[in-house]
């Protein structure tokens, strides 16, 4: 087919000319290889850690739920509280019968036991715990009791189980050594006449929330296991210090190493015990020169 323009210039069209064929064909390739990898790229983001999140979520709901159903065996709810997910063992909490009666009558408290030392919290205000150990207390629940006092933060709590089971010396010595346990109670077991057993007093002589004046007391203790706690206490007054530091007031080397280790003894006490003439014992005396020189002072 001809073509004339305004000018005068002849143009010759043919069929090829409007359909350029190869020049539509080699600009393709990049799209097909896009294409391509766009999608291997889903193909790998379908098998991603994000997709088989919903699995794993769905399995471990299913054993919250089995931890949970009243349906459950015994011998199950065992297996479960020892699931490594916290989820799961946390859920047999609220299974009804998670303390079960046994044959003979008496609570089977296995359970409740193990769950108390990881959720002291939450087994201190389980309903079954309420009723054994407060309500109507039973011999059965004091192992859970004592794991209950050694781990919980509650004031009132502890206070209370101490009222109620203050025979116990386990309880007692649990009670002793919970930082968490209130000034007034460690101050009802500081005095040797009320509190016979040297170990409850030891742990009391030692806890940051004995009162100064507890510690004092304790300092006099006639078991130098309980004087040595006192000693190593940073929170001793130092008049306590100054006597246990003492060789003529302090008998025993072990609390007067103690005195040593002690951040606030001051360094007139260490200068008495770095004293030939004052401190016959050699490793008290050698110990005393040594903090002195690490603390900075010159003799």
């Known amino acids: 087919m001809e073509f004339v323009d305004a000018s005068g210039t002849r143009y010759q069209l043919t069929e090829t000319s409007e359909a350029p064929a190869p020049a539509k064909e ?38 919250v739920a089995e931890a949970r159903d009243p349906a459950t065996p015994f011998g199950r709810l065992e297996e479960l509280v020892e699931h490594p997910e916290e989820d799961v063992r946390r859920a047999v909490l609220d299974n009804p019968n998670l303390v079960p009666t046994q044959e003979d009558g008496k609570i089977n408290t296995s359970l409740l036991e193990k769950l108390a030392k990881e959720f002291p919290e939450e087994v201190a205000v389980h309903p079954l715990f309420v009723l054994h150990a407060l309500v109507e207390p039973t011999d059965e629940m004091d192992v859970v009791v004592h794991a209950v006092v050694k781990r919980i933060t509650d ?96 008998p025993e080397p072990s609390v007067r190493m103690a005195v040593i280790e002690n951040p606030n ?35």
Request: net charge neutral; with cysteine; hydrophobic share 40%.
């Open 26 to 63: 080699t600009p393709l390739w990049p799209w097909v290889v896009g294409g391509l990898a766009l999608a291997g790229g889903l193909v790998w983001m379908a098998a991603s850690s994000p997709q088989k999140a919903n699995p794993i979520s769905l399995d471990l709901e299913a054993l």
């Open 155 to 250: 004031i009132g709590l502890i206070e209370l189980l101490f009222r109620m089971h203050a025979s116990s010396l386990e309880l007692r010595g649990l009670v002793s050594k919970n930082p968490n346990t209130p000034a007034n109670i460690l101050h009802s077991m500081c005095d040797e006449r009320q509190e016979q057993d040297s170990y409850v007093r030891q742990n009391v002589a030692i806890n940051p929330n004995t009162m100064k004046m507890d510690l004092v007391t304790l300092g006099n203790d006639s078991s130098f296991y309980v004087r040595e706690s006192v000693a190593r206490n940073p929170r001793t007054p130092v008049v306590a210090l100054r006597k246990l530091g003492n060789s003529s007031s302090e």
């Open 265 to 299: 003894t001051p360094e007139d006490v260490l200068r008495i015990l770095a004293d030939r003439n004052t401190e016959s014992h050699w490793n008290v005396l050698s110990s005393a020169l040594v903090m002195l020189y690490k603390r900075g002072f010159t003799r």
